[in-house]
């Protein structure tokens, strides 16, 4: 879930903090793992919230004990002090302090139980939801009947809307615990939430075929469980379709990955043809494999995370779809909202981190300024616009974006300069905005009192797009008062 209590960093320390990684990943790749984790760490204080970081700490450190899943001889009475100092970081409510103190523990042995559901406790405290999830998803295989993991981990499925999950654990609580009056009647709760987050109508609605969209929701989980394709070769020829010729791309691809391992590019090519085959868990499997041998790539390291955001934008594409039949229906209109603002905020992520790397990529820049106004950020998305507008890729939406930031810090003024501007600069194409323009000029100036300019703009939009939001009656409204 997008929340916005995320840590405000200044430029000076995601540079450090990017830097830092960028050296812990070349010492790693030496072989150097104890330095490489204290730049990891470094990073990870720096920059809390920045699940990279953390990410990469993590398979480090195990790593560093060869996956025993022990961890250090005696590990945990050599931490004991650092549990001390945990178990009061927790009790003063100093979450952040309790993450460094986890991350000591985890540095002797990064599967400890007990310090997994601590980390996830201080994320929710903190109000990182998508922290909390990660931390336990780490831990689950090794207890995967453990009510202690799996009730957390049920009750944050619920929050962002993953219901069939959230069931599942919740049968697994019960059978753990059969006397567990909320496994008990989690269940049946929800039963109702799962159809509608998943568009499941076509069980009530009559003559109505499932859209295409909608059947890529529905079978997703068993599209990962299926696991995949087989990578056998087979004996297609040039004419076949392209579904019956991925087999053997994909076994090319994975030769290419044996015999040269530390090549990004295979790692990147093989996960795409998962990812056009809907199995995304696979293209993670793929990348996460690739992790490792290429130094934890910069390039799939990003494209984890957008695959990270895929089926939320799935699970948008379906809900969007039963709007347009629904458009007043309060539960969907609620879904939509809750996944635009989680992928809102994962795809900030992603391209705050593609700014970081690389600062002269005015298109990563441009879309991390959008995704600012969106969240609110708007002082940070003015800045990012204002640094980008004279590019002549990005001038005409640059400005337009920057209207909208003003506008919503209630400047009328400046809004109303650089909505002007991107009308004059926004490229005959992009219909949408030069329409979205039109109408905030045209509102904005009948209400500073501009009635002349504000019926003669309005009119330019209503000969374009008459039913364009409400513009036909406020035509109406300003050539009555302009008459009077």
């Known amino acids: 879930m997008a929340n916005p209590s995320f840590p405000k960093l200044t430029p000076e320390q995601r540079r450090a903090a990017s830097g830092q990684y960028d050296r812990a990943n070349e010492v790693i790749k030496a072989g150097d793992l104890e330095y490489g984790l204290q730049l990891l760490l470094e990073c990870c204080t720096i920059d809390p919230a920045n699940l990279i970081y953390r990410q990469t700490l993590r398979q480090t450190q195990r790593t560093l004990y060869d996956n025993n899943k022990t961890g250090q001889t005696l590990a945990y009475l050599r931490s004991f002090f650092t549990r001390l100092r945990l178990q009061r970081a927790m009790m003063n409510g100093e979450y952040r302090d309790a993450l460094i103190e986890c991350e000591y523990v985890f540095m002797r042995n990064p599967w400890d139980l007990a310090t997994h559901l601590t980390m996830a406790q201080a994320f929710e405290g903190l109000g990182w939801p998508d922290h909390a999830l990660w931390t336990l998803e780490q831990i689950r295989p090794l207890h995967p009947e453990d009510a202690s993991v799996n009730r957390p981990l049920a009750r944050l499925y619920e929050k962002r809307g993953n219901f069939n999950q959230a069931i599942a654990l919740w049968e697994l609580v019960r059978r753990a615990e059969p006397d567990d009056l909320e496994a008990q009647r989690k269940g049946m709760d929800l039963a109702a939430s799962a159809t509608i987050a998943k568009g499941r109508y076509e069980e009530v609605l009559q003559d109505e075929a499932p859209s295409p969209a909608a059947e890529t929701a529905i079978d997703h989980a068993a599209l990962e469980k299926s696991g995949p394709p087989s990578h056998d070769d087979t004996d297609a020829s040039k004419g076949e379709p392209e579904a019956e010729r991925q087999p053997r791309e994909v076994t090319i691809l994975l030769d290419k990955i044996k015999a040269h391992p530390k090549n990004a590019n295979h790692y990147l090519q093989l ?40 089926p939320f934008r799935i699970d948008l594409a379906i809900t969007e779809e039963r709007l347009r039949k629904k458009p007043d229906d309060e539960n969907l209109l609620a879904i939509r909202a809750r996944l635009m603002k989680e992928i809102n905020s994962r795809e900030l992520d992603y391209y705050r981190r593609r700014s970081d790397r690389y600062p002269t990529d005015s298109s990563a820049r441009f879309e991390m300024g959008i995704r600012l106004l969106r969240v609110g950020q708007l002082d940070e998305a003015i800045t990012e616009l204002q640094a980008i507008r004279n590019d002549p890729k990005h001038h005409g939406k640059a400005v337009f974006y920057l209207g909208m930031c003003f506008q919503a810090r209630k400047n009328w003024r400046l809004a109303q300069r650089n909505f002007e501007e991107a009308l004059q600069q926004l490229p005959a194409n992009e219909v949408a905005l030069r329409k979205e323009a039109m109408y905030i000029l045209a509102a904005g100036y009948a209400e500073t009192g501009e009635l002349d300019r504000a019926i003669d703009l309005g009119v330019e939009l209503a000969n374009l797009d008459y039913n364009f939001k409400n513009i036909g009656s406020l035509l109406d409204e300003w050539q009555a008062k302009a008459a009077k």
Not at 281 to 297: D, F, R
């Open 271 to 310: 996960a795409y043809y998962y990812k056009k085959a809907e199995q995304i868990e696979s293209a993670k499997q793929v990348l996460q494999q690739g992790l490792g041998p290429t130094g934890n790539s910069f390039d799939i390291t990003q494209e984890l995370l957008d695959l990270d955001i895929e």
